[in-house]
């Protein structure tokens, strides 16, 4: 296998371009369009060679203007490289308009300038989007397809009158020609960069708003805006919210959101035309907690991305985290300032801290700051690094620096950079005048440095002898590999539990020590807000959890220690007999969000142990602690809140994977007569219809997966075919997964249900189908020519897969997996991610043994 990062080769940076004058002409019925493309260039040293990026595009024409002059020009183009290299004939310095005339394909992939289809009446329609982050404009035109080129854009289509068109900037004139035909030009953009320009045409119909003097749209296909509604408001809500904390106007003239019928990701920042998935922007009031919190936090991502990423860009994508970090640490401010009923203040350390913690205690792991070059190792790094861990961290530098200082820092970087691009460094400067600004007297690049630059995170080992604690650090490995020697400056928080007041302490050094608990019970990382994990010694450890079963600590450090003692136990740092002992004893009765990470644990460690049926003694303290939870989160319940609600679905559905009898049987009854049962209760009564069924329900369930038109019911329908203890059932609902009557979009979901992998922000609670795991690897291995056709190379659906074998803990598969991959070298996008797989499958095996499971 060639190496990409040995051959990928930058673009030259004296060849920047400063205006792009693009037409795009698309044929619905090749799914082909044509492209006429001017590209205004300054050369700042003499050259006789302009290269671009170009995939998959046929240039016809090519020539340059230079002092009104015209020259013919050659060019090569290098497939490999996804460039295209044009000789001019003589060497020039200066401003030239390169003028390219090309041919492309709307391809069925979901990347460049694509197809998506979708049924109106009874008919097969289509709709052409983009998706070009992080280097796919190069499959729309040709173009220089780095972050750090920003240009203007002029962008108009000629396409049918009957059609609309979306683009970044409001439209500029609209044109009737011959044969039905218009010529559609938008306004010339601000300075952006390459990825965030978007590509729309189709049948849209609207709902329409404004926030202050902004324009707001939200565009779905015909006979879906009424599940648009909701998304609106939330716009107005949001933008208001980072408008007030930026102090900075949004600059561009519109703002559309654009429910995509399919769509790789969640959604695309694209400045000024946002693209979403349409189960990340359609809700109504009536839609479950989940669904709605999925959806704000989704929106308040992609606005926050306008400025952050949009008007400032990182650099190059090494840096990612500048744009996805930020739009994640600030998603979650938003939705808390302005719909506080969601409980995302819970939510960010079920989403994202926790998620940070457990992939960043592999050693397969990586800086948040990573080097990458080519195209499929940038794909490689959309992942928890540098979205859930870089805004965890961020969470974290904000408390150490006081929520205003940091703000100020935020703005004054915003400031300094706006258009333009950045690097770590410059935050860092900013943040640290800010603080110096303020008079604070604190080291932001020092203590930011190992967060940002090194893979990893530390683990505080406390060990208290009367009133003196000893502090010591060291890197947290889930394998307990003892041979790392890293350290990092760490913001101490601590409180002595029932005393008000808070306690600093920056550690620094290896050891240091604590001298003022004066004898009391006291909690490192109070509120949770520091990336590390905390093994106390057995007094203090049980100290707190007494102080937990009287009910002193709140739900965010309830959730702490129990997330640390949970990843001790799959680490072997304490025994899961312990582990249980102390849930028996004290953890009992932990509020949210403690009590659902708690039940996530042992539904986890369930599956670990699960061969052809379920491990008794994990069934035994499951059935427990569901018991108590159900005297009062049961169907009868009415949630206070949307956590509540979050809360009662995990236990239910739990209920129902143990196959208790009486949430069977009342799922059953509430399955007779589906469409009466409130969209907050349908995910749990599919489940156990699934968990306790055969081929009967899966055939239901399918049925009313092809019939439904609802998104959010969909998705919970889809879900539901992943969960099947029948070996026979779930071969079928895999193949299933592939057929006609699944997106693409949606592919990943019934093997990722089946191997209790789903996002969390899917649902909101760990699930999966413990019988399912051993079906899925086989699947895949059987699939494989499949899959690589399927799947474009960058795919992130590859990447999906292999996530898929994280829970498996059988060493005969993992035997098969090694030898799979001896035969089919992973490629760079899943090279990462099988390595992660196969580190957590030896780490699932050792626990397994270590715990006579």
Same mark, same amino acid.
């Not at 979708?118 to 035109?141: C, I, M, V």
């Not at 932990?590 to 990470?597: D, E, M, Q, R």
């Given at each position: 296998m060639i190496n990409m990062v040995d051959i990928y080769k930058r673009l030259d940076e004296n060849i920047t371009p400063l205006n792009y004058n693009l037409i795009f002409k698309p044929?619905?019925?090749?799914?082909?369009?044509?492209?006429?493309?001017?590209?205004? =260039?300054?050369?700042?040293?003499?050259?006789?060679?302009? #290269?671009?990026?170009s995939k998959e595009i046929e240039i016809t024409k090519a020539l340059l203007i230079k002092d009104n002059k015209e020259f013919k020009v050659t060019y090569k183009v290098d497939k490999l490289d996804e460039t295209v290299t044009f000789k001019l004939p003589k060497k020039m310095i200066g401003l030239v308009k390169l003028v390219?005339?090309?041919?492309?394909? /709307? /391809?069925?992939?979901?990347? $460049?300038?694509?197809?998506?289809?979708?049924?109106?009446?009874?008919?097969?329609?289509?709709?052409?989007?983009?998706?070009?982050?992080?280097?796919?404009?190069?499959?729309?035109?040709?173009?220089?397809?780095?972050p750090n080129f920003k240009a203007t854009f002029d962008i108009?289509? =000629?396409?049918?009158?009957?059609?609309?068109a979306v683009s970044n900037m409001p439209i500029k004139s609209s044109i009737k020609r011959s044969k039905g035909m218009k010529l559609v030009t938008f306004k010339t953009t601000p300075l952006m960069s390459t990825y965030l320009v978007y590509l729309g045409v189709g049948d849209f119909e609207s709902v329409s708003g404004k926030v202050g003097n902004l324009p707001l749209r939200v565009l779905t296909i015909p006979g879906k805006k009424a599940y648009a509604k909701l998304a609106l408001e939330y716009t107005k809500k949001f933008m208001s919210f980072y408008f007030k904390y930026f102090n900075i106007d949004y600059p561009l003239p519109k703002m559309d959101l654009i429910a995509v019928p399919d769509f790789s990701a969640g959604a695309m920042e694209n400045w000024g035309a946002i693209t979403f998935r349409d189960t990340a922007i359609f809700a109504t009031n009536k839609s479950s907690s989940i669904t709605k919190e999925r959806v704000s936090i989704t929106i308040a991502h992609e606005?926050?991305?306008?400025?952050? $990423?949009?008007?400032?860009?990182?650099?190059?994508?090494?840096?990612?985290?500048?744009?996805?970090?930020?739009?994640t640490f600030m998603s979650y401010k938003?939705?808390?300032?302005?719909?506080?009923?969601?409980?995302?203040?819970?939510?960010?350390?079920?989403?994202?801290?926790?998620?940070?913690?457990?992939?960043?205690?592999?050693?397969?792991?990586?800086?948040?700051?990573?080097?990458?070059?080519?195209?499929?190792?940038? /794909?490689?790094?959309?992942?928890?690094?540098?979205?859930?861990?870089?805004?965890?961290?961020?969470?974290?530098?904000?408390?150490?620096?006081?929520?205003?200082?940091?703000?100020?820092?935020?703005?004054?970087?915003?400031?300094?950079?706006?258009?333009?691009?950045?690097?770590?460094?410059?935050?860092?400067?900013?943040?640290?005048?800010?603080?110096?600004? #303020?008079? =604070? +007297?604190?080291?932001?690049?020092?203590?930011?440095?190992?967060?940002?630059?090194?893979?990893?995170?530390?683990?505080?080992?406390?060990?208290?002898?009367? /009133?003196?604690?000893?502090?010591?650090?060291?890197?947290f490995l889930l394998d307990n590999d003892k041979s790392t020697n890293i350290k990092w400056d760490i913001p101490i928080r601590y409180n002595l539990i029932g005393d008000k007041s808070i306690k600093y302490k920056m550690l620094k050094d290896r050891v240091d020590k604590i001298e003022d608990v004066k004898g009391k019970p006291f909690k490192l990382n109070y509120q949770q807000k520091g990336i590390y994990r905390v093994m106390y010694d057995k007094p203090s450890l049980e100290a707190i959890c007494e102080e937990i079963k009287s009910g002193k600590l709140n739900g965010i450090d309830e959730w702490g220690i129990v997330n640390d003692l949970y990843n001790f136990v799959r680490s072997g740092n304490i025994t899961l007999d312990y582990y249980f002992e102390l849930i028996k004893k004290y953890l009992y009765n932990?509020?949210?969000?403690? +009590?659902?990470?708690?039940?996530?644990?042992?539904?986890?460690?369930?599956?670990?142990?699960?061969?052809?049926?379920?491990?008794?003694?994990?069934?035994?303290?499951?059935?427990?602690?569901?018991?108590?939870?159900?005297?009062?989160?049961?169907?009868?319940?009415?949630?206070k809140n949307d956590t509540d609600d979050i809360f009662r679905l995990n236990v239910l559905y739990n209920l129902g994977l143990l196959g208790y009898k009486p949430i069977v049987k009342k799922a059953?009854?509430?399955?007779?007569?589906?469409?009466?049962?409130?969209?907050?209760?349908?995910?749990?009564?599919?489940?156990?219809?699934?968990?306790?069924?055969?081929?009967?329900?899966?055939?239901?369930?399918?049925?009313?997966?092809?019939?439904?038109?609802?998104?959010e019911e969909s998705l919970k329908l889809l879900i539901s075919l992943g969960l099947f203890k029948n070996e026979k059932i779930d071969k079928e609902a895999l193949d299933f997964s592939f057929s006609k009557y699944v997106k693409l979009q949606n592919s990943y979901v019934i093997p990722s249900i089946m191997s209790g992998n789903i996002a969390s922000n899917t649902v909101k609670h760990f699930i999966g189908n413990p019988y399912g795991k051993k079906v899925v690897w086989e699947w895949i291995k059987d699939n494989w020519s499949k899959i690589e056709k399927v799947y474009s190379p960058n795919s992130s659906f590859r990447t999906s897969l292999f996530k898929n074998l994280e829970l498996v803990s059988d060493p005969v598969i993992l035997k098969d997996v090694e030898d799979f991959f001896r035969v089919n070298k992973p490629s760079e996008v899943?090279?990462?991610?099988?390595?992660?797989?196969?580190?957590l499958m030896r780490i699932n095996i050792n626990f397994i043994k270590r715990n006579k499971l």
């Open positions: 044929d619905f019925k090749t799914f082909t369009f044509l492209g006429d493309e001017q590209i205004s =260039i300054n050369l700042s040293d003499k050259t006789d060679k302009i #290269r671009l990026n390219l005339n090309f041919k492309g394909k /709307n /391809n069925d992939q979901m990347y $460049g300038f694509y197809k998506s289809s979708y049924t109106e009446k009874g008919k097969e329609k289509y709709l052409l989007s983009s998706q070009f982050e992080p280097s796919d404009a190069r499959a729309a035109f040709p173009c220089f397809d780095e108009s289509f =000629i396409i049918n009158q009957s059609l609309e606005l926050a991305h306008q400025w952050f $990423g949009d008007l400032v860009t990182m650099k190059w994508w090494d840096d990612l985290w500048l744009n996805e970090s930020f739009a938003a939705v808390d300032a302005t719909l506080p009923d969601i409980g995302v203040k819970y939510q960010f350390y079920e989403n994202e801290i926790k998620d940070a913690l457990f992939y960043d205690q592999l050693k397969n792991t990586h800086p948040i700051s990573v080097k990458v070059e080519s195209p499929a190792k940038i /794909n490689s790094i959309f992942d928890v690094i540098s979205y859930e861990k870089g805004s965890s961290v961020l969470s974290m530098i904000e408390d150490y620096l006081g929520a205003e200082t940091f703000r100020q820092g935020l703005i004054e970087y915003i400031n300094s950079h706006i258009y333009s691009n950045t690097t770590k460094e410059d935050l860092w400067y900013s943040l640290d005048k800010a603080a110096k600004d #303020r008079h =604070i +007297n604190s080291d932001v690049k020092g203590m930011i440095k190992n967060w940002i630059t090194k893979g990893g995170y530390p683990l505080v080992m406390v060990s208290k002898n009367k /009133n003196l604690v000893k502090l010591e650090q060291k890197r932990v509020s949210y969000p403690a +009590n659902n990470l708690l039940l996530d644990s042992l539904n986890v460690i369930n599956t670990l142990a699960y061969k052809d049926k379920g491990n008794k003694k994990i069934e035994e303290i499951m059935l427990w602690y569901l018991e108590k939870q159900y005297k009062k989160y049961n169907w009868d319940f009415v949630p059953r009854d509430l399955f007779k007569n589906i469409k009466s049962v409130s969209p907050t209760l349908t995910s749990a009564v599919y489940s156990i219809i699934a968990l306790n069924g055969g081929e009967t329900e899966f055939k239901q369930l399918m049925e009313l997966y092809k019939k439904e038109t609802v998104q899943i090279a990462l991610q099988v390595a992660k797989s196969m580190e």
